[in-house]
């Protein structure tokens, strides 16, 4: 009986060794080799500087690396400007210190030993023309008039909210009941109270060209009602503003970095959900990744 239970594990044995195949699996170079990634913000009063770095390559062994002895060149309206300095950890800055002038366009180009050559663009944006800024403490909202420039323009709003004794920002959440500030297809997310999540960036699809003053509200996560960081209050409370300081800026933002930021929160928003499509994240970088945009600022101190 031993025997033909020892016969019948060998002929087992046999029987699934022979289903097995050998596959060879030829993946496509550009798929698995390393790129250069670049990423760069030309902002408002910021001397122009990109950071430049490695990915990982699929199926291998690098990881993510900066890279310090890149060649990069800057353009401004397709004329060669200067070769950026390596500063430190694959930073690379305008060695003549120059700073982003308005309504140019800049050109990135990264060459490396071993890398293909990466090259990306964008326009540096006109800032908005915004006044009459009028804070509210007594429904938590800041008003302003905000005269947009006809054609497409992409804007980013935000509310910084600083505890001087602490010296720490504090969480804060930002809705409208403007529904020229959301775009068309989120006209009926609204909630009963007529309010919806001001999103990270916004177009003036809604309000091209149109000189206007809207309302947005905010809410401080984390504040009890007499201003001090405890966990338990929130935006509709009372807040003692004695020891705080609110800081209104608006944006202008290039077309790349808005597609950029948009496709990256859409990532974020997807990720873990399993019954959603993958989103890719977007990027302006020819034969890399990352990206290359502009973002005009205008701050108020509102309190």
């Known amino acids: 009986m031993k025997n033909l239970q020892y016969i019948f594990a060998i002929i087992a044995f046999l029987f699934l060794a022979s289903c097995q195949k050998s596959i060879d699996l030829k993946l496509n170079n550009d798929f698995t080799k390393s790129k250069l990634v670049l990423n760069s913000l030309l902002e408002t009063d910021s001397i122009i500087s990109v ?103 992409y804007y980013q709003l935000k509310l910084t909210i600083m505890d001087t004794v602490s010296k720490s920002y504090l969480q804060v959440g930002l809705q409208t009941k403007e529904k020229v500030l959301v775009s068309s297809d989120n006209q009926n997310n609204f909630d009963d109270a007529g309010m919806q999540q001001l999103p990270n960036t916004i177009t003036d699809e809604l309000f091209d060209g149109k000189t206007s003053t809207y309302k947005i509200y905010y809410q401080i996560f984390g504040h009890n009602q007499l201003g001090g960081p405890n966990g338990g209050g929130n935006g509709n409370q009372q807040i003692d503003y004695t020891h705080l300081r609110l800081t209104f800026s608006a944006s202008i933002i290039s077309k790349e970095l808005f597609n950029y930021l948009k496709s990256r929160q859409e990532s974020l928003d997807n990720s873990g959900n399993p019954f ?13 990744y990352g990206v290359l945009g502009g973002k005009s600022n205008v701050t108020f101190k509102v309190k």
């Open 51 to 153: 950071h430049i770095s490695s990915s990982a390559s699929s199926f291998g062994s690098l990881s993510p690396t900066s890279i310090t002895d890149a060649t990069v060149d800057l353009y401004e309206n397709g004329v060669f400007k200067e070769k950026l300095i390596h500063q430190q950890d694959g930073f690379y800055l305008s060695a003549s210190m120059q700073k982003p002038s308005i309504n140019s366009i800049y050109e990135v180009k990264v060459s490396k030993d071993n890398f293909d050559e990466i090259s990306a663009s964008t326009n540096f944006p006109k800032p908005p023309t915004i006044n009459n800024i009028v804070w509210d403490s007594t429904d938590n909202s800041i008003s302003f008039t905000l005269s947009d420039n006809l054609g497409s323009n």
């Open 276 to 288: 959603s499509e993958p989103v890719l994240v977007t990027s302006n970088v020819k034969n890399g």
